[in-house]
């Protein structure tokens, strides 16, 4: 099993910055892609980005060129680097992590993490 564990979210103003981290702990050798999602209130969870162990990122449209995704293998962790926030970024965002052999694009992540609360001020 792997247990993540997300810290660095708050308030923040419109265009400010936050950095998201997440910790894995457990089996840590079967994760393959980590990755970072969000759901706002009333909506469906969304990617956000996702990274492969090899360190090649996935960004969706809407973040590119505000968010990075960057990890640290050593350290079992992964970060999200959100600048130029909008207050349509406020949301609930969660770490996930995929398993050997799993596709978080077709079925989701197989582990997450409780998730923090990111709320964007206009």
């Known amino acids: 099993q792997v247990q993540l564990v997300e810290s660095g979210g708050g308030l923040v103003q419109a265009g400010g910055s936050l950095r998201l981290s997440c910790v894995a702990s457990?089996?840590?050798?079967?994760?393959?892609?980590m990755g970072w999602y969000r759901q706002a209130p009333g909506k469906q969870r969304e990617l956000v980005a996702a990274?492969?162990?090899?360190?090649?990122?996935n960004h969706v449209d809407s973040v590119k060129g505000r968010f990075t995704i960057s990890r640290d293998n050593a350290k079992n962790t992964v970060y999200l680097q959100m600048n130029s926030l909008k207050p349509e970024d406020t949301a609930v965002y969660y770490c996930?992590?995929?398993?050997?052999?799993?596709?978080?694009?077709?079925?989701?992540?197989?582990?997450w993490g409780k998730g923090t609360l990111v709320t964007v001020s206009s």
């Open positions: 990274i492969t162990v090899t360190g090649i990122p």
């Open positions: 996930g992590a995929e398993r050997l052999g799993g596709s978080y694009l077709a079925y989701g992540m197989d582990y």
């Open positions: 457990g089996s840590t050798s079967s994760i393959n892609a």
